[in-house]
């Protein structure tokens, strides 16, 4: 035992586990719309079934399954993370074996249930909860590095699932994930996972206690105290309800434009090649942006990080309106990375950083849960505006009303005192 302490106190472990959580959210793919969309069109080629059909059923999925993750906020919490990941991956696991099954719509209403719950939901709850126990001060790096797990997954799982179902079948390809979550990623969680550095002798951050109960910092200065909220002192706050709101409108606009982004491109004479440039150029800039932001939420109020954000979306979808060129859909693609990298760590840091370590699961799953709800919904005004109006114009400038609506609950989301709290109730 006391080998096992000197080694977690030599190399600080929480490093390990924001590589497992990386991989944790790189295997979310399966859940992800980057990976389901390669399979629609088989769903559709076999089984004659209709877009409408096939879309609608994926949709309300979505919906039910953001709901639930209420539950698996508050099971984290219960059970801690390791259990849960263990969990959870061999469910995804079984789910991506379901999928690979399906011959019927009540199947596919299903197995899209389980795999946006247990892959889109879950399995980025849990690695983001997981890390936020292991760091304070250095919580916005270690989540930075963590979502680059998120961005080799949006550009990985594409490509792969084209390889797979040209070379076998989209029964395969199902297999195939299932697979690898079995013998890759629940093995790492069973053996590599603590809840939290206090089971291992350590603090957040790195820090040691001695044999003296004396707490030894190990590369830097111990990281100021937090305050452990409840979920019910949470939803009390301004700054609680403030902060959904934020999580909700990135989530809605920005799958709105990804799962249109063809078409859209497309009434401004632009090909589909561009469109798929654009997605990539987002996700490869976004690699950069995720670690510059990661350094950033330890400089800059995050709040205020949220309102650059939304300034930036107000900008992003104004040049959406005027993208007719490959020069500008670059600098829209651009763009789109720049926000989406600050986005993912600053919506991700902001949850264990107003309301402490102890409850986060319950809190956050809150959070993942208005954000799976915002992708339900976001690509339905698009799709309705464009068949009223035969252009995405009007669309995209109603649009705009909400990153103003961002900016003012940034503002609002300022960083509370639970003390005050306790004051005024």
Known sequence: MMVKSRFFQRFYY??????????????????????????????????????????????????????????????IDKFGQRAMMVTVGSLFAIACFFN?????????GLGFFLIRLLGQGSMSLIPNTLVAQWFIKK?????????????????????????????????FAWRFWGVLLLVIFVPFAIFGVRNKPEDVGLEPDGTAVNSSGMKQVLGGKVAAAEQDWTL???????????????????????????????????????????????????AIVGIPM?????????????????LGIFVLEFILLLLLLVTNNLGLAILFGILWGVANGFERIALNVIWPNYF?????????????????????FGPLPFGVGFDIF??????????????????VCSLIAKKPDKEQLVTTS
């Not at 403030?242 to 090909?271: E, K, M, Y």
């Not at 995720?290 to 949220?306: A, H, P, R």
């Open 14 to 75: 929480g490093w390990f586990i924001v590589f497992i959580a990386g991989l944790g959210v790189f295997f979310s793919g399966p859940g992800q719309t980057y990976s389901n969309s390669q399979f629609i069109d088989e769903y559709i080629r076999d089984f004659g079934w209709s877009r409408s059909q096939v879309s609608g059923l994926y949709s309300a999925a979505t919906l039910v399954a953001g709901f639930g993750m209420v539950f698996i906020g508050r099971f």
């Open 139 to 171: 919580r916005g790096i270690a989540l930075s590095l963590m979502t680059l797990g998120s961005f080799a997954s949006a550009m990985s799982f594409p490509i792969i699932n084209t390889w797979l179902i040209q070379t076998w079948d989209w029964q």
């Open 100 to 108: 690979s099954l399906v011959s019927s719509m009540w199947m596919l």
């Open 290 to 306: 995720s670690l510059v932001s990661g350094y950033i939420t330890e400089q800059v109020k995050t709040n205020y990080l949220l």
């Open 390 to 407: 035969a252009s995405y114009t009007p669309v995209i400038l109603m649009t705009l009303v909400f990153p103003v609506i961002g900016v």
């Open 356 to 376: 402490g370590r102890k409850y986060i699961g319950s809190i956050n799953g809150f959070g993942v849960t208005m954000g799976v709800l915002g992708s339900a």
């Open 232 to 282: 019910k002192e949470a939803m009390q706050t301004k700054a609680f309800w403030a902060i959904l709101i934020c999580v909700g409108i990135p989530a809605a606009v920005n799958t709105g434009i990804t799962f249109h982004i063809v078409s859209i491109l497309g009434s401004n004479q632009l090909s589909p090649e561009i469109a798929a440039t654009v997605l990539s150029l987002m």
